[in-house]
């Protein structure tokens, strides 16, 4: 499956919607979170949304302001995200120097931010829940899409 | 022949007239207008207190809590003959609403956690004996301070009036999470073959403060807005350290209790300026306090080095490792600064501390 793409982060919906126990233990999440992949010209942003126990899809946005109001956006060079998706391929789940609190604490290589602090806090309050979300991503093969992707925006 | 009480032989003719067939059956037809209701789920997470509130007047808080001072659920006809507890001194909403309350309630008791069955404790391995150290330092900080956010809304909890039952079963959501991130901490430090190090002074100034607070929304500010939100971001820069996936989901667990927390202390915050702006000076002047303390506290060494040494990844690299939590300590500063402005308070020309530590 391509990364980034529709298909790569409805993917990762749909593990979660298909183990609903799993992520019942860990609680409900209230959110919008944006993954915004940044190349050198551009940027592809794909807005995730969440609600209670259910992943309840995934779009691509042309902008943040394209996005719903109070989304989270996390940011990153491509590269970043390349490691990261490839580091929980190959270790089942991210690796100590991988998680998303890891890459996003000093704001280097990814950035998490929203318009207001509260909204950033979600993205704390929902770490666990978030971080197996994305560890979800060892299921699956992903292919790369390369630094001159585009976006259907273009 | 055994000797009652009179409100003994009271209850003992009542329970007679009922085997004659005097029933009473009053309470039937008690609260006509609160009958009928039917609250239902939002979603598949189940029937929660933010659903409650949607159905009738049952929803309806009060801005000022009933005088009958007693423990009658909010919505229940309530007899005449109620006694008062006499506890109930906290009657105004605004002393300790917020609209965020039910909710963060209902997400709390989805999110609970056992530090016994939710934490890998098998995959700890043995550490060089200054990581060790260093982690078993920063686990004694931690299971020093943690219970407070337990002791204070203890303190002020049985003085809010019932008719906000939401911040109360908040509050006790919180009691709950700070006594398992004192017990998870406890066990860390204990539970690879180090132990507990050294307590902390300057912790005991800042907790002290927060216990002294003259009010639950200064002790409230204080406690959930700046010391928690410091700790939040001690916990993001735990995980971070986190030398095996114990401390990984430890620090990652004990992040989203404590974003929820200071989450209900910011929008608490929010109310309770918008009903009362006259009352900020004092919001000031207590995290003045709080925020000296605090700095005192990040400096003192049994707090600082452990985690520059665990940066650092040893003690060799230490200054390494302070030159990183430089860093953090301006993003915990910043995002204080932001979670106040939310709150409708701007400290960021008032700030008792430095933006950034001196190089």
């Known amino acids: 499956m391509l990364f980034p793409s529709v298909e790569w982060f409805q993917a990762l919906c749909d593990a979660a919607n298909a183990n609903p126990e799993r992520f019942r233990r860990l609680g409900t999440v209230d959110l919008v979170l944006v993954a915004k992949i940044d190349y050198p010209h551009q940027s592809r942003l794909f807005e995730i949304v969440f609600s209670g126990y259910h992943c309840g899809g995934v779009r691509e946005v042309s902008s943040i302001r394209a996005a719903r109001e109070g989304a989270v956006i996390l940011e990153g060079p491509f590269a970043a995200w390349k490691e990261m998706v490839a580091n929980i391929k190959a270790n089942g789940q991210a690796d100590l120097a991988h998680t998303l609190n890891t890459l996003t604490l000093y704001d280097t290589p990814m950035r998490v931010w929203a318009e207001s602090q509260l909204d950033t806090d979600l993205f704390y309050r929902y770490q666990q829940n978030l971080q197996e979300f994305f560890d979800s991503a060892s299921h699956f093969e992903t292919e790369f899409a390369g630094p001159e992707a585009t976006s259907v925006y273009n | ?127 060089p004996d200054d990581l060790e150290k260093a982690m078993c330092q920063l686990c004694t900080g931690l299971t020093e301070v943690e219970f407070i ?156 080095e452990p985690r520059a040494i665990l940066a650092g990844g040893g003690v060799d690299h230490i200054f390494e490792g302070m030159a990183k939590l430089s860093y953090l300590y301006t993003k915990q500063v910043r995002e204080y600064l932001h979670r106040l402005k939310v709150a409708g308070l701007d400290r960021s020309s008032r700030l008792a501390i430095p933006l950034e530590l001196p190089s």
């Not at chain 2, 003994?8 to 009542?14: A, G, M, N, P």
């Not at chain 2, 019932?162 to 999470?177: G, N, P, R, S």
């Not at chain 2, 700790?231 to 929820?260: H, P, W, Y």
């Open chain 2, 1 to 127: 022949m055994q000797h009652y009480s009179p409100a003994v032989e009271k209850v003992l003719d009542h329970m007679s007239e009922v085997r004659s067939g005097k029933l009473d059956l009053s309470w039937m037809n008690s609260n006509p207008g609160g009958w009928g209701v039917r609250a239902t789920p939002r979603d598949e997470r189940g029937l929660g207190l933010e659903d409650l509130n949607q159905v009738g007047t049952y929803g309806d808080v009060p801005d000022y809590g009933g005088e009958h001072g007693s423990m009658a659920p909010r919505g229940a006809e309530v007899p005449p003959n109620t006694p008062a507890l006499g506890c109930y001194d906290i009657n105004d909403k605004s002393l300790v609403w917020a609209d965020n309350v039910a909710l963060l309630y209902d997400e709390a008791v989805a999110r609970q956690w056992s530090s016994a069955r939710d934490i890998p404790w098998d995959k700890l391995k043995p550490l």
């Open chain 2, 149 to 304: 956010a337990g002791d204070m809304p203890a303190k002020w909890m049985w003085h809010i009036n019932h008719d906000f039952h939401e911040v109360k079963c908040f509050l006790a959501t919180q009691i709950a999470d700070e006594a398992r991130h004192l017990e998870v901490f406890r066990k860390r430090a204990l539970a690879n073959g180090g132990g507990l190090l050294k307590a902390s002074p300057g912790s005991e100034q800042l907790l002290r403060a927060i216990i002294e607070a003259p009010d639950y929304t200064t002790a409230s500010s204080l406690m959930h807005i700046l010391a928690e939100g410091f700790v939040l971001t001690l916990f993001r820069n735990g995980e971070m350290l986190a030398l095996s996936e114990v401390e990984k989901k430890i620090f990652r667990l004990c992040m989203q209790d404590e974003a929820r927390h200071v989450a209900y202390g910011t929008m608490h915050l929010k109310y309770f300026l918008e009903k009362h702006p006259e009352r900020a000076e004092d919001i000031h002047e207590i995290l003045r306090q709080g925020e000296e303390a605090i700095f005192g506290l990040s400096m003192e060494p049994q707090t600082s």
